[in-house]
């Protein structure tokens, strides 16, 4: 029987041309897959770099350095939000932002000068802080209750360190426009007559309470008072100059040195701050005295320029209703007489002061309270002063951080 037969595929063989094409082209294959891997691989670097220096590397800069503790734009905008959240007010919100490095300053000054006090604020009170004030618990305003909490501390200790009783003043004060008043409210005084009754007629600024009772001499913010309610005897009063208070009143002197045809003025003025420098003004001006040298020594408007001239006003630009009413009511080239305008405010006094009583008391709660406070004030003053405090916000970053805060 004969044997069968296998049948054999007959297999192509390629050519040398043809295996090294096969080669090249898988080469080719290899190159584009590396390349195109390369390349998937830059552009998620290249949008990781982005989003890193659009928004991650901005959040860690630091903006503000209190004696050696960093907060960066981050806290600054977690911080922001949470005013953000309560105003739609643009204005406002950037008024805040503005405003705020030297809060967070201010917080952080506080927190570091308690613990140097030895002062110790736990977990557990800032806990109740945030919930008693209806907070949520967050890095934030974890550090705003804190600070309050030291604060409150703080003026607890002062409070505690008072003495029962201490040197207290009666006295009555107040404060009017002149020397030539002064002089008026002096001599009726030593006549009986009360400051209380002299008060709507000759006071510079009514809201002072003429009768201050029992009063430690270290509440009163001017030295000069200060020193008077501790030497004089009572009974005595002293007339005390003051350049720098500011009151509710002065004098204008006007004149309209033009006119246009829709009825807007071109007027010039003084604000003087009393009476007697205002008719003292006048009097010069019209012995023929140069409005320049006037305005410079008496008038305190700012709005004017080196010879006390205003824009052209219409009827709707107000200066005050004083002013419009008695500079529309002039004739042209006419000065006025002095006007007195309540209106405005002006620097410069002098307080009338009596001392009715001094003597050792025993201090009231309020009083007592307002020492504490008065110290504490001093206290931060102090260390505010000698604080570090490094601020390098920019108007850019500010913007950034408003619309971060508010996107």
């Known amino acids: 029987m004969a044997k069968k037969r296998h049948a054999h595929t007959a297999q192509a063989k390629l050519s040398r041309h043809a295996v090294s094409r096969l080669e090249k082209e898988a080469r080719m294959r290899r190159i584009i897959t590396i390349v195109s891997a390369v390349f998937l691989a830059a552009i998620a670097i290249a949008v990781g770099v ?3 220096i659009d928004k991650i590397r901005p959040m860690h800069e630091v903006f503000l ?3 050696g503790r960093q907060f ?7 911080f922001l939000k949470n005013y953000a959240g309560r105003t739609s007010d643009t204005t406002q919100l950037r008024r805040i932002a503005q405003q705020l490095p030297s809060q967070i300053a201010r917080d952080e000054v506080l927190r570091q000068a308690g613990q140097a006090e030895g002062i110790i ?3 557990d009170e800032i806990e109740a802080e945030l919930e008693d004030n209806n907070l949520p618990d967050n890095d934030i305003y974890r550090d705003s209750a804190t600070a309050a909490l030291y604060a409150e501390k703080v003026k607890q200790r002062f409070l505690e360190s008072l003495p029962e009783t201490m040197i207290q003043v009666k006295f009555e004060i107040m404060l009017v426009e002149s020397r030539e008043v002064a002089n008026e409210v002096m001599t009726l005084v030593n006549s009986g007559t009360s400051m209380a009754d002299l008060l709507d007629e000759y006071s510079a600024n009514p809201q002072i309470t003429p009768v201050q009772d029992w009063t430690p001499p270290e509440l009163l913010a001017n030295a000069d008072v200060k020193n008077a309610v501790q030497t004089r005897e009572p009974g005595s009063i002293s007339v005390l100059l003051d350049e720098d208070v500011t009151k509710p009143v002065g004098y204008w002197l006007i004149e309209v040195i033009d006119k246009d045809d829709k009825g807007a003025i071109l007027p010039r003025a003084i604000l003087a701050g009393s009476l007697a420098e205002a008719q003292e003004a006048r009097a010069r001006l019209e012995a023929g005295d140069d409005w320049a040298t006037i305005v410079e020594e008496y008038s305190q408007y700012t709005l004017a320029d080196e010879e006390g001239v ?3 006003l219409s009827e709707e630009d107000v200066v005050s209703n004083t ?3 008695a500079a529309f009511s002039l004739e042209l080239n006419t000065l006025s007489e002095p006007i007195k305008d309540t209106e405005v405010q002006t620097t410069g006094g002098y307080w009338v002061v009596k001392l009715l009583d001094r003597e050792d008391r025993e201090l009231a709660p309020d009083t007592a309270n307002a020492m504490a406070q008065k110290a504490f004030n001093d206290w931060f003053a102090e260390q505010n002063e ?3 405090v490094e601020q390098n916000l920019t108007p850019e970053q500010v913007n950034w951080a408003i619309e971060q805060a508010t996107s």
């Open 50 to 52: 982005g989003l890193y």
């Open 65 to 67: 350095e209190v004696n």
């Open 72 to 78: 960066s734009m981050g806290y600054y905008i977690d």
């Open 121 to 123: 604020v736990t977990n």
């Open 310 to 312: 205003l824009d052209f």
């Open 323 to 325: 002013f419009n009413e």
């Open 386 to 388: 000698a604080a570090v």
